[in-house]
Each structure stands twice: as structure tokens, then as C-alpha cells.
Antibody
Framework: EVQLVESGGGFVQPGGSLSLSCAAS????????MHWVRQVPGEGLVWVSR????????DYADSVKGRVTISRDNAKNTLFLQMHSLRAEDTAIYYC?????????WGQGTQVTVSS | DIVMTQSPDSLTVALGERATINCKSS????????????LAWYQQKPGQPPKLLIY???TRKSGVPDRFSGSGSGTDFTLTISGLQAEDVAVYYC?????????FGQGTKVEIK
């Protein structure tokens, strides 16, 4: 069974940093592109970033470019999202998602709250 | 960026009736080399993450009831729920995975009349 379990969310002040993790199991992690998608509760879905299966290529949404770094450790089946210079508008649930094309499995999400 | 626009924003349908959700992309998401439309549909119920329903515009994910169907090509797509059930109450999103950023539509909330 495919499982994606996010962790690392929490409360942080504006300008602060946070690092999210996603533990993957039930599939060959190194075969898949992985993504982060965020959602403000009650609002829509926003794609944040993706990383190639081998970690050799990354892409970011303009809203986070330069402040966020996606990475992965295929030996540990883990996806990461390092976030810096956080803003109030980064407050959201962050989902770890598997997807070579369409997004076929989603984690339960981890809440990030940026507030003073 | 390829912007996705859904209509309507919300929909109220009687049990057993048909629900139709439209999705329009600002550019074609048809990859001509493969003749595949890079368009997916997701269902999100309250308090849950989204679930993939349909990919390649019309391919139902294994386990998804056959009352859910997708159609369309290029820039115009439709998700149809034929015979709405109580458990179909949710927000539905379309998404293009043709190019980054992989944008989603704003969502369509489906409720029971």
C-alpha cells in the first residue's frame, strides 16, 4: 500500500524557517517524481514544487521561488521541503504527492502556520 | 502559465441526477506526439486530501465508480457524475500536468439538493 506521511509542520514567525519531510513507503520511491502542493483550509489547491525521481531536476512556483528548496533522499525514501523567509501567505496545509504525470497518491498533509 | 478555469463554482444536484463540471485551460494540454491530454480530475472531501479520479482526461483510476467519467480534448474538458450519490458530496478540481506550474482549477463544490 502506497503511503506518504508528512511531518515537520508547525507554528513559525514571519521571516522564520521550517523544514518539512515526507516518508514514503509501499512503492519504489526512486521511480517517481514527487511534488509538494499546498492548500489554505477552505481554499483551492496550489502546486508548490516538484523534483525528478533521481533528484536531478527541480521546479518551483513563482510564489516560493528563492525561498524554498525541494530535495529527496532516495536511500531513505524521504522527500523534503526547506522553507525560508516565511510569510503569512505561506500558511497552509502542505501535501506530499506522488506523480510522474497525474498526481496519483497524496499524503494527509502537515499544517504550516506563519504568524507573529 | 496554463491557467485552469472551472464552471460552475458550485452545483446542487438531486440524488440520482447528473452533475456536470466544466474545465477550461488557457492553452491546449494535448501533447500531440502521444495524443494524450495532460488533464486530471480530483475529488476532495472535507478534512481529507484530494483523491485522483480521472487522468489523461478520460481514464478512470482503478476503483473509481463508473458513474464518474471524463471527456474533452485540447482546452475544454468535462467531468460528469451520472447518478449522484450522497458520498459524492465534495469539491472537484481539474489540473493540468502538461507544464509547470501544474495549476489547478479553483474547484467546484457539489452538494445534494
Amino acid at each position: 500500500e502506497v503511503q506518504l506521511v508528512e511531518s515537520g509542520g508547525g507554528f513559525v514567525q514571519p521571516g522564520g524557517s521550517l523544514s518539512l519531510s515526507c516518508a514514503a513507503s509501499g512503492f519504489t520511491f526512486s521511480d517517481y517524481w514527487m511534488h509538494w502542493v499546498r492548500q489554505v483550509p477552505g481554499e483551492g489547491l496550489v502546486w508548490v514544487s516538484r523534483i525528478h525521481s533521481a533528484g536531478t531536476s527541480t521546479d518551483y512556483a513563482d510564489s516560493v521561488k528563492g525561498r524554498v528548496t525541494i530535495s529527496r533522499d532516495n536511500a531513505k525514501n524521504t522527500l523534503f521541503l526547506q522553507m525560508h523567509s516565511l510569510r503569512a501567505e505561506d500558511t497552509a496545509i502542505y501535501y506530499c504527492v506522488r506523480g510522474n504525470n497525474y498526481f496519483d497518491y497524496w499524503g494527509q498533509g502537515t499544517q504550516v502556520t506563519v504568524s507573529s | 502559465d496554463i491557467v485552469m478555469t472551472q464552471s460552475p463554482d458550485s452545483l446542487t444536484v438531486a440524488l440520482g441526477e447528473r452533475a456536470t463540471i466544466n474545465c477550461k485551460s488557457s492553452q491546449s494540454v494535448l501533447y500531440t506526439a502521444s495524443n494524450m491530454n495532460y488533464l486530471a480530475w480530483y475529488q476532495q472531501k472535507p478534512g481529507q486530501p484530494p483523491k485522483l479520479l480521472i487522468y489523461w482526461a478520460s481514464t478512470r483510476k482503478s476503483g473509481v465508480p463508473d458513474r464518474f467519467s471524463g471527456s474533452g480534448s485540447g482546452t475544454d474538458f468535462t467531468l460528469t457524475i451520472s447518478g449522484l450519490q450522497a458520498e459524492d458530496v465534495a469539491v472537484y478540481y481539474c489540473q493540468q500536468h502538461y507544464s509547470t506550474p501544474h495549476m489547478f482549477g479553483q474547484g467546484t463544490k457539489v452538494e445534494i439538493k
